[in-house]
Nanobody
Framework: QVQLVESGGGLVQPGGSLRLSCAAV????????MGWYRQAPGKERELVAS???SYAESVKGRFTISGDNAKKTVYLQMNSLKPEDTAVYYC?????????WGQGTQVTVSS
């Protein structure tokens, strides 16, 4: 069993930055199989960034995914935030038959 614990969300003004963290508790093969998704109110959950699938067009050049295998932790550095980035951000680990999600962390971009 794997538990994913996200942190780092909050309220930020347009143009600001946030860094999200996702720590895996339990056995994972490699952080390569982890990624970030988000879901805005009334919208479908979408991929934001992953090591295997790169970035959503809407965040390219502004968001960066990184990680530390020894700490089993991935990060999402979000710069130049826009109001349309407001969403609940989720961490996911998916490899073969293993598919785990974090509880989500709220990011609100507003003045």
């Amino acid at each position: 069993q794997v538990q994913l614990v996200e942190s780092g969300g909050g309220l930020v003004q347009p143009g600001g930055s946030l860094r999200l963290s996702c720590a895996a508790v339990g056995n994972i093969f490699n952080i390569y199989y982890m990624g970030w998704y988000r879901q805005a109110p009334g919208k479908e959950r979408e991929l934001v960034a992953s090591f295997s699938s790169s970035y959503a067009e809407s965040v390219k050049g502004r968001f960066t995914i990184s990680g530390d295998n020894a700490k089993k932790t991935v990060y999402l550095q979000m710069n130049s935030l826009k109001p349309e980035d407001t969403a609940v951000y989720y961490c996911r680990y998916q490899r073969r038959f293993d598919d785990y999600w974090g509880q989500g962390t709220q990011v609100t971009v507003s003045s």
